[in-house]
């Protein structure tokens, strides 16, 4: 059953009746207006955004569920009842051909609502939603080995939803955003929807690869307690493709990333302290993708300075790619290492281990699997990131049961 979530306190019938569309309160337009009103509302929860952030919708994406002798008549009277609002510009809705859909977002008269789970009123429309979605799915990963052995390993995935909802009674959530975006990721595992695709860039995206660290303890397989194998500093390790020859100072970064000992050092040079827990190792790590990796090249930051310093060489590549912009120097890396996780050694992890029932999903530079498979993941991910780097990185593996210890703001 599809998870289709409306605000608590919005009747539809009701509102269309006493605003004059009696004519529209059918069961089949109610469950078309639900569905968009729920793919706005989801569109910016899963992204941990606020309801006011306006979205795009694809006006073909819109008519396959909406159906094109719907789909003006379900925008307009949800536009008319203030329950969705489309994005203006100079008093006109925003759209360009080819370039940018129409941005849509829920109504301000619901942005503090809670917001509920219900299910279609008429069971055909239910199994039209699915069958799109299953079609995506196969879509997806129609001849890639590895995406396949994911949807697989999707549908053979478990989660215990009374415990996961018994985790987070009581929690204090820093904003009401956070509280739903963990209980819609819950009400997903309840509802049995699985969906997977990737961007543009070859990441895969897929049930588990949004949901907050700490539910993902509430994974198993058969029983199985699951484990993520991770290649340590796995962006940074890609920099070193940056070096066109060898030097000192490529030799100095390759042993830091190979031990895993890259922020440490940076961190002490810049403070003169080590980490006190991972936490702070996080924190940094975040600073770092942010102040280095992935910062416009005008801002010059403390942390930026003291890499420039250690790195001079790799520091002036970095930069020279960004020069445009730096989404396109992220995008070059997003891409490298979607071709080593998810073309490479996934295609070869599922080639060799398929047939062996492995569960295996990707969550964007590491993978998750059993205990029996650590092994195996483990060397033909390091052996897949040494053809590229020249060299193997450090690749660890953890329990996803210590995920509900981290460090995480609800």
């Given at each position: ?10 009747n ?12 529209l ?10 569905w ?9 929860v899963?992204r941990?955004q606020e309801?006011?952030?306006f979205?795009?919708r ?10 094109s ?9 949800l ?24 941005c ?5 008269i619901?942005?503090e609502?809670k917001f509920?789970?219900?299910s279609?009123?008429?069971p055909r429309?239910?199994?039209?939603i699915?069958?799109?979605?299953e ?14 052995l994911f ?10 939803v009374k415990?996961a909802?018994n985790?987070?009674q009581?929690k ?17 595992f ?10 543009r860039y070859?990441r895969v995206?897929?049930?588990?690869t ?14 199985q307690e ?20 060898d ?15 890259l922020?440490p050092?940076?961190?002490f ?17 975040l600073r770092f993708f ?15 300075k003291e890499?420039t310093?250690?790195f001079?060489i ?5 930069s ?9 120097f ?7 290492e ?6 490479r050694a996934?295609?070869?992890i599922a ?9 295996l ?5 590491c993978?998750m699997?059993?205990?029996e498979?650590?092994?195996p993941v483990?060397?033909?991910l ?17 329990s996803v049961k ?9």
């Amino acid at each position: 059953m599809r998870q289709i979530f409306i605000p608590s306190n919005l009747n539809l019938k009701e509102k269309l009746i006493e605003s004059g569309f009696k004519h529209l309160a059918a069961t089949h337009f109610i469950d078309k207006c639900h569905w968009l009103i729920s793919t706005l509302y989801l569109n910016n929860v899963i992204r941990k955004q606020e309801l006011s952030n306006f979205a795009p919708r694809n006006a073909k994406a819109l008519r396959s569920i909406l159906t094109s002798r719907y789909q003006k008549a379900v925008i307009d009277t949800l536009k008319a009842l203030e329950i969705i609002e489309v994005r203006k510009k100079s008093g006109r809705e925003t759209y360009i051909p080819g370039q940018e859909s129409k941005c849509y977002r829920i109504g301000e008269i619901y942005w503090e609502s809670k917001f509920i789970r219900v299910s279609a009123i008429n069971p055909r429309f239910d199994a039209k939603i699915q069958k799109r979605q299953e079609k995506q799915n196969k879509e997806a990963s129609r001849g890639h080995p590895g995406k396949q052995l994911f949807l697989e390993s999707l549908k053979r995935l478990d989660f215990d939803v009374k415990a996961a909802k018994n985790y987070i009674q009581g929690k204090e959530f820093e904003s009401e955003t956070s509280r739903r975006f963990y209980e819609s990721c819950i009400e997903n595992f309840k509802s049995g929807d699985i969906y997977i695709h990737s961007d543009r860039y070859g990441r895969v995206y897929h049930n588990v690869t949004n949901i907050p660290k700490r539910l993902r303890s509430f994974l198993s397989f058969q029983g199985q307690e699951l484990y993520m194998v991770d290649v340590s500093a796995s962006h940074p390790c890609l920099f070193s493709t940056l070096y066109e020859s060898d030097s000192p100072e490529k030799q100095k970064y390759v042993d830091l990333i190979r031990e895993d000992a890259l922020y440490p050092f940076l961190n002490f040079e810049l403070k003169g302290m080590e980490f006190h827990d991972n936490g702070e190792k996080s924190d940094f790590k975040l600073r770092f993708f942010k102040e280095v990796s992935y910062a416009p090249n005008f801002r010059k930051t403390d942390l930026f300075k003291e890499f420039t310093n250690q790195f001079p060489i790799l520091s002036k590549h970095i930069s020279q790619r960004k020069l445009k912009h730096q989404k396109y120097f992220a995008h070059e890396i997003l891409k490298k290492e979607s071709e080593i996780v998810i073309n490479r050694a996934a295609t070869k992890i599922a080639q060799h281990y398929a047939e062996r029932g492995i569960f295996l999903l990707s969550i964007h530079d590491c993978f998750m699997t059993t205990k029996e498979f650590i092994a195996p993941v483990k060397e033909i991910l390091c052996a897949e990131y040494a053809k590229v780097i020249g060299f193997e990185p450090k690749v660890k593996e953890e329990s996803v049961k210590k995920e509900k210890n981290l460090r995480e703001v609800f």
